[in-house]
């Protein structure tokens, strides 16, 4: 999970992916749409890497949760465009029992 900025308001990002659809090739080339239309691959505008955390299954909502962070390092593309972007990407690509959420606070 990260969260990003949207005027005064802190949004929360949370990508949940069955495992399947983990592998850091498969999300370093989901191609995102910019704002001008063009078609970048996700390595482009964020770093996707695995790290070391302690053991520790999170629930949210009584459900096994997975967080994802990132850092958005591209002005050309807004945090809430982004995330719509990745969304429609991901769609249908994961299986059903799989939710992803996106909010803020």
Do not use: C
Request: glycine content about 6%; cysteine-free; overall charge negative.
């Amino acid at each position: 999970m990260t969260s990003t900025w949207l005027g005064d308001q802190e949004v929360d990002i949370r990508l949940i992916l069955d495992k399947n659809f983990r592998a850091l090739k498969t999300l370093n080339t989901t191609k995102i749409y910019t704002l001008d239309g063009r078609h970048v691959p996700l390595s482009r505008l964020a770093t996707v890497e695995n790290i070391e955390a302690p053991r520790l299954i999170k629930h949210y909502d009584g459900e096994r949760e997975v967080t994802v962070t990132a850092q958005i390092s591209d002005d050309s593309v807004s945090p809430v465009e982004l995330s719509n972007q990745l969304l429609t990407q991901l769609d249908g690509q994961y299986a059903r029992n799989i939710s992803i959420n996106v909010g803020g606070s």
